[in-house]
């Protein structure tokens, strides 16, 4: 009997121990989401009252402070590189690679300006979530303070 109680109290403690790492993990990651999503606030703080129309299809265009659809950029671009028209960027007239790397450009931002939404979006329930770990991981008598 003295065997299996010395064997519970180093069991009983590591488990103790690997519950707490898990909550601290659990609870690092959450601050990181948190973090996260204030940044994307902070940086995309113009875009973010366009958000019901960033839904994939759409980019925002930050010098002009409009939405842009993707399908319409692209025909644009087609619309430049058949009537040369000069591209500012490259000092020439637009070309076939010059409109595909723009096209894929604003392809990865419009994807980019949909998750700075749904980040900025999921601040609040995750800011609530961590006070409620927060209250959860603190102990009983500490909460009484």
């Known amino acids: 009997?003295?065997?299996?109680?010395?064997?519970?109290?180093?069991?009983?403690?590591?488990?103790?121990?690997?519950?707490?790492?898990?909550?601290?993990?659990?609870?690092?990651?959450?601050?990181?989401?948190?973090?996260?999503?204030?940044?994307a606030q902070r940086n995309f703080a113009a875009g973010l009252r366009h958000c019901s129309e960033l839904n994939g299809t759409?980019?925002?265009?930050?010098?002009?402070?409009?939405?842009?659809?993707l399908q319409d950029y692209r025909r644009s671009l087609d619309n430049f590189?058949?009537?040369?028209?000069?591209?500012?960027?490259?000092?020439?007239?637009?070309?076939?690679q010059d409109a595909d790397a723009r096209w894929a450009q604003v392809q990865k931002q419009a994807t980019t300006d949909q998750a700075n939404c749904a980040a900025a979006a999921s601040l609040p329930s995750l800011q609530k979530k961590l006070k409620e770990l927060q209250q959860q991981s603190t102990p009983a008598g500490d909460a009484r303070k």
Request: no cysteine; aromatic share 10%; hydrophobic share 50%.
């Open 1 to 39: 009997m003295i065997r299996s109680i010395s064997w519970a109290a180093p069991l009983a403690l590591a488990v103790t121990g690997l519950l707490h790492a898990q909550d601290a993990t659990a609870l690092n990651d959450l601050k990181a989401q948190i973090w996260e999503a204030e940044l």
């Open 58 to 69: 759409n980019f925002y265009f930050d010098p002009r402070d409009r939405v842009l659809n």
């Open 81 to 96: 590189v058949m009537q040369g028209v000069f591209n500012p960027e490259t000092r020439r007239p637009w070309n076939k």
